[in-house]
Protein backbone atom coordinates (compact mmCIF):
# COMPACT_ATOMS: atom_id res chain seq x y z
CA UNK A 1 0.00 0.00 0.00
CA UNK A 2 0.81 3.72 -0.26
CA UNK A 3 -0.50 6.52 0.84
CA UNK A 4 -0.66 9.77 -1.78
CA UNK A 5 -0.49 13.67 0.13
CA UNK A 6 -0.74 16.79 -2.22
CA UNK A 7 0.47 20.24 -1.20
CA UNK A 8 1.38 23.41 -3.06
CA UNK A 9 4.93 21.71 -4.21
CA UNK A 10 3.49 18.55 -5.45
CA UNK A 11 3.09 14.90 -4.19
CA UNK A 12 4.30 12.95 -1.11
CA UNK A 13 4.03 9.18 -1.41
CA UNK A 14 4.76 7.54 1.75
CA UNK A 15 5.46 3.79 2.31
CA UNK A 16 6.14 2.13 5.40
CA UNK A 17 6.57 5.39 7.51
CA UNK A 18 8.63 6.68 4.80
CA UNK A 19 8.16 9.48 3.01
CA UNK A 20 9.61 10.49 -0.53
CA UNK A 21 9.12 12.91 -3.35
CA UNK A 22 9.22 11.58 -7.01
CA UNK A 23 12.28 12.15 -8.58
CA UNK A 24 10.26 13.01 -11.99
CA UNK A 25 7.41 15.37 -11.68
CA UNK A 26 3.73 12.87 -11.21
CA UNK A 27 0.66 14.54 -10.79
CA UNK A 28 -2.36 13.32 -9.44
CA UNK A 29 -4.19 13.16 -12.63
CA UNK A 30 -1.28 10.40 -13.90
CA UNK A 31 -2.04 8.25 -11.21
CA UNK A 32 -6.25 8.39 -12.63
CA UNK A 33 -4.86 8.16 -16.14
CA UNK A 34 -2.53 4.79 -15.20
CA UNK A 35 -3.45 2.12 -16.63
CA UNK A 36 -1.78 0.68 -13.23
CA UNK A 37 -1.98 3.72 -10.58
CA UNK A 38 -0.39 1.51 -7.77
CA UNK A 39 2.76 0.20 -10.22
CA UNK A 40 2.77 4.46 -10.87
CA UNK A 41 3.07 4.77 -7.10
CA UNK A 42 5.38 2.29 -6.56
CA UNK A 43 7.60 3.30 -8.97
CA UNK A 44 7.17 7.07 -7.86
CA UNK A 45 8.57 6.03 -4.44
CA UNK A 46 11.19 4.04 -4.74
CA UNK A 47 12.63 6.08 -7.30
CA UNK A 48 12.29 9.46 -5.03
CA UNK A 49 14.04 11.86 -2.39
CA UNK A 50 13.31 12.11 0.93
CA UNK A 51 10.86 14.39 2.45
CA UNK A 52 8.10 14.71 5.01
CA UNK A 53 4.57 14.87 5.65
CA UNK A 54 2.83 18.30 4.42
CA UNK A 55 1.91 20.51 7.07
CA UNK A 56 -0.72 21.57 4.94
CA UNK A 57 -2.10 19.17 2.58
CA UNK A 58 -4.47 19.99 -0.24
CA UNK A 59 -7.49 17.67 -1.12
CA UNK A 60 -6.14 15.28 -3.00
CA UNK A 61 -7.77 15.89 -5.76
CA UNK A 62 -6.81 16.74 -10.23
CA UNK A 63 -9.15 17.19 -12.09
CA UNK A 64 -11.84 14.71 -11.37
CA UNK A 65 -15.53 14.72 -10.76
CA UNK A 66 -16.79 13.50 -7.23
CA UNK A 67 -19.95 11.54 -7.10
CA UNK A 68 -21.57 9.95 -4.96
CA UNK A 69 -24.31 7.10 -4.01
CA UNK A 70 -26.87 7.40 -1.48
CA UNK A 71 -28.75 4.96 0.34
CA UNK A 72 -26.53 2.32 0.46
CA UNK A 73 -26.95 1.52 4.30
CA UNK A 74 -29.64 0.93 5.98
CA UNK A 75 -29.25 3.50 8.76
CA UNK A 76 -29.40 5.63 5.17
CA UNK A 77 -32.28 4.60 4.19
CA UNK A 78 -34.27 5.38 7.12
CA UNK A 79 -33.33 9.01 7.58
CA UNK A 80 -34.42 9.77 3.94
CA UNK A 81 -37.83 7.99 4.84
CA UNK A 82 -38.05 10.38 7.99
CA UNK A 83 -36.87 13.14 6.78
CA UNK A 84 -39.00 13.34 3.30
CA UNK A 85 -42.44 11.72 4.90
CA UNK A 86 -43.85 14.55 4.82
CA UNK A 87 -43.37 15.57 1.62
CA UNK A 88 -44.75 12.10 0.50
CA UNK A 89 -41.61 10.85 -0.57
CA UNK A 90 -40.80 8.23 1.74
CA UNK A 91 -40.90 5.37 -0.07
CA UNK A 92 -38.92 6.65 -2.88
CA UNK A 93 -35.94 5.90 -0.97
CA UNK A 94 -37.41 2.07 0.37
CA UNK A 95 -37.70 1.76 -3.49
CA UNK A 96 -34.02 2.45 -4.40
CA UNK A 97 -32.51 0.49 -1.26
CA UNK A 98 -34.35 -2.40 -2.59
CA UNK A 99 -33.61 -1.93 -6.67
CA UNK A 100 -31.15 -3.13 -8.60
CA UNK A 101 -30.15 0.29 -9.96
CA UNK A 102 -28.24 2.75 -7.09
CA UNK A 103 -28.84 6.31 -6.45
CA UNK A 104 -25.68 7.94 -7.79
CA UNK A 105 -25.54 11.54 -7.97
CA UNK A 106 -23.42 14.76 -9.15
CA UNK A 107 -21.39 16.25 -5.73
CA UNK A 108 -18.57 18.76 -6.92
CA UNK A 109 -15.87 19.33 -9.23
CA UNK A 110 -12.96 19.91 -7.76
CA UNK A 111 -13.31 24.15 -7.12
CA UNK A 112 -15.90 22.79 -4.80
CA UNK A 113 -13.89 20.86 -2.24
CA UNK A 114 -12.40 21.41 0.59
CA UNK A 115 -9.04 20.59 1.59
CA UNK A 116 -8.22 18.68 5.06
CA UNK A 117 -7.88 21.43 7.98
CA UNK A 118 -10.53 24.36 5.85
CA UNK A 119 -13.77 25.20 5.94
CA UNK A 120 -16.97 23.37 4.88
CA UNK A 121 -20.22 24.94 4.41
CA UNK A 122 -23.79 24.85 5.02
CA UNK A 123 -26.62 26.60 2.82
CA UNK A 124 -27.40 29.94 4.38
CA UNK A 125 -31.01 28.97 3.16
CA UNK A 126 -30.85 25.65 4.90
CA UNK A 127 -31.45 24.72 8.95
CA UNK A 128 -30.73 21.38 9.22
CA UNK A 129 -27.54 20.33 8.09
CA UNK A 130 -25.25 17.64 8.68
CA UNK A 131 -21.68 15.48 7.68
CA UNK A 132 -21.89 12.43 5.90
CA UNK A 133 -18.71 10.54 6.66
CA UNK A 134 -18.21 8.18 3.30
CA UNK A 135 -15.78 6.00 2.18
CA UNK A 136 -14.97 7.62 -1.05
CA UNK A 137 -13.25 4.99 -4.09
CA UNK A 138 -10.44 6.77 -6.13
CA UNK A 139 -11.53 5.08 -9.93
CA UNK A 140 -9.19 4.94 -12.98
CA UNK A 141 -9.91 6.09 -16.51
CA UNK A 142 -11.71 2.56 -16.61
CA UNK A 143 -13.67 2.42 -13.91
CA UNK A 144 -11.30 0.29 -11.81
CA UNK A 145 -11.21 0.93 -8.35
CA UNK A 146 -7.15 1.56 -7.59
CA UNK A 147 -7.39 3.76 -3.84
CA UNK A 148 -9.97 5.13 -1.05
CA UNK A 149 -9.85 8.14 0.55
CA UNK A 150 -12.32 10.04 3.30
CA UNK A 151 -15.01 11.99 2.13
CA UNK A 152 -16.87 14.89 3.65
CA UNK A 153 -20.68 14.37 2.11
CA UNK A 154 -22.07 17.77 3.52
CA UNK A 155 -25.90 18.02 3.37
CA UNK A 156 -28.70 19.91 3.57
CA UNK A 157 -31.56 17.46 4.74
CA UNK A 158 -34.85 19.86 4.98
CA UNK A 159 -34.09 21.00 1.34
CA UNK A 160 -33.81 17.50 0.36
CA UNK A 161 -37.17 16.66 2.93
CA UNK A 162 -38.63 19.33 1.38
CA UNK A 163 -38.96 17.34 -2.36
CA UNK A 164 -36.84 14.54 -3.24
CA UNK A 165 -35.86 16.66 -6.46
CA UNK A 166 -34.13 19.29 -4.53
CA UNK A 167 -31.37 16.67 -3.93
CA UNK A 168 -28.49 18.38 -6.02
CA UNK A 169 -29.15 21.76 -4.19
CA UNK A 170 -29.17 19.89 -0.84
CA UNK A 171 -25.60 18.59 -2.18
CA UNK A 172 -23.94 20.43 -4.71
CA UNK A 173 -23.29 24.13 -3.54
CA UNK A 174 -19.94 25.97 -2.85
CA UNK A 175 -17.45 23.81 -0.43
CA UNK A 176 -20.29 21.25 -0.25
CA UNK A 177 -17.49 18.12 -0.04
CA UNK A 178 -13.95 17.96 1.58
CA UNK A 179 -11.70 14.77 0.57
CA UNK A 180 -8.43 13.74 2.11
CA UNK A 181 -5.70 13.76 3.92
CA UNK A 182 -4.60 11.43 1.51
CA UNK A 183 -5.14 9.02 -1.19
CA UNK A 184 -4.49 5.19 -0.30
CA UNK A 185 -3.53 3.13 -2.72
CA UNK A 186 -3.93 -0.88 -2.44
CA UNK A 187 -4.76 -3.67 -5.02
CA UNK A 188 -6.34 -5.17 -2.27
CA UNK A 189 -9.92 -4.74 -1.34
CA UNK A 190 -10.60 -3.75 2.15
CA UNK A 191 -11.89 -6.15 4.77
CA UNK A 192 -15.22 -5.77 5.47
CA UNK A 193 -14.24 -4.69 9.35
CA UNK A 194 -13.01 -1.32 8.47
CA UNK A 195 -14.34 1.32 10.60
CA UNK A 196 -15.74 4.80 9.68
CA UNK A 197 -15.73 7.14 12.63
CA UNK A 198 -17.11 10.49 12.77
CA UNK A 199 -16.82 13.03 15.82
CA UNK A 200 -18.28 16.49 15.83
CA UNK A 201 -16.79 19.00 18.57
CA UNK A 202 -18.41 22.44 19.35
CA UNK A 203 -15.89 24.46 21.40
CA UNK A 204 -14.42 21.38 23.67
CA UNK A 205 -17.14 19.31 23.85
CA UNK A 206 -17.65 16.37 21.77
CA UNK A 207 -21.59 16.80 20.79
CA UNK A 208 -21.68 13.96 18.45
CA UNK A 209 -20.10 10.01 17.92
CA UNK A 210 -21.07 7.53 15.91
CA UNK A 211 -19.40 4.56 13.64
CA UNK A 212 -19.96 2.15 11.33
CA UNK A 213 -18.29 -0.46 9.11
CA UNK A 214 -18.33 -1.35 5.48
CA UNK A 215 -20.22 -4.61 6.18
CA UNK A 216 -23.00 -2.23 6.35
CA UNK A 217 -23.06 -1.19 2.76
CA UNK A 218 -25.25 -2.81 0.72
CA UNK A 219 -23.81 -2.86 -2.47
CA UNK A 220 -20.29 -4.05 -3.49
CA UNK A 221 -17.96 -0.99 -4.59
CA UNK A 222 -17.26 -2.86 -7.80
CA UNK A 223 -21.12 -2.04 -8.62
CA UNK A 224 -21.41 1.28 -7.68
CA UNK A 225 -18.66 2.10 -10.12
CA UNK A 226 -20.00 0.05 -13.04
CA UNK A 227 -23.08 1.93 -13.04
CA UNK A 228 -21.38 5.33 -12.22
CA UNK A 229 -19.33 4.27 -15.55
CA UNK A 230 -22.61 3.30 -17.64
CA UNK A 231 -22.67 5.74 -20.77
CA UNK A 232 -19.97 8.00 -19.14
CA UNK A 233 -16.63 8.72 -19.76
CA UNK A 234 -13.99 10.00 -17.27
CA UNK A 235 -10.94 10.61 -19.00
CA UNK A 236 -9.16 11.53 -15.92
CA UNK A 237 -11.11 9.13 -13.55
CA UNK A 238 -13.10 10.07 -11.16
CA UNK A 239 -14.32 10.03 -7.23
CA UNK A 240 -17.03 8.42 -5.73
CA UNK A 241 -18.89 8.39 -2.12
CA UNK A 242 -20.03 5.11 -1.26
CA UNK A 243 -23.05 6.81 1.26
CA UNK A 244 -22.83 6.96 4.44
CA UNK A 245 -23.89 4.88 7.55
CA UNK A 246 -24.39 7.48 10.18
CA UNK A 247 -27.20 9.44 10.53
CA UNK A 248 -27.36 12.18 13.74
CA UNK A 249 -30.89 12.31 15.54
CA UNK A 250 -33.36 14.68 13.73
CA UNK A 251 -32.78 17.37 16.43
CA UNK A 252 -29.26 17.78 15.28
CA UNK A 253 -27.80 20.32 13.08
CA UNK A 254 -24.57 21.86 12.76
CA UNK A 255 -23.45 25.12 13.89
CA UNK A 256 -20.90 27.97 12.65
CA UNK A 257 -17.68 26.55 14.34
CA UNK A 258 -18.07 22.84 14.78
CA UNK A 259 -14.99 20.59 13.64
CA UNK A 260 -15.81 17.90 11.67
CA UNK A 261 -13.53 14.59 12.54
CA UNK A 262 -13.53 12.02 10.26
CA UNK A 263 -11.75 8.49 10.76
CA UNK A 264 -11.09 5.57 8.54
CA UNK A 265 -7.81 3.24 8.82
CA UNK A 266 -5.71 2.86 7.07
CA UNK A 267 -6.40 5.93 5.82
CA UNK A 268 -5.80 8.50 8.54
CA UNK A 269 -8.45 11.13 9.94
CA UNK A 270 -10.13 14.18 7.70
CA UNK A 271 -10.51 17.63 9.67
CA UNK A 272 -12.63 20.22 9.25
CA UNK A 273 -14.79 23.08 10.10
CA UNK A 274 -17.88 24.68 9.61
CA UNK A 275 -17.73 28.17 8.18
Given at each position: MIRVYSDSNGLVFEQAGIFKRPASPVALDDLFRAEDPVALAQHAWTSGT?????AK????IGTQEVWAAGVTYLRSRTARME???DAGGGTFYDLVYNAVRPEIFFKATPARVAAPGTTVRIRSDSKWNVPEPELTLALNRQGRIFGYTIGND???RDI???NPLYLPQAKCYDRSAALGPCLYLTRDPLPPTTAIAIEIRRGSAAIFNGSTTISQIKRPFTELAEFLFRDNAFPQGAFLMTGTGIVPDDSFTLHHGDEIRITIEPIGTLVNTVA
Open positions: AATLPPNAPESKMSSEGE
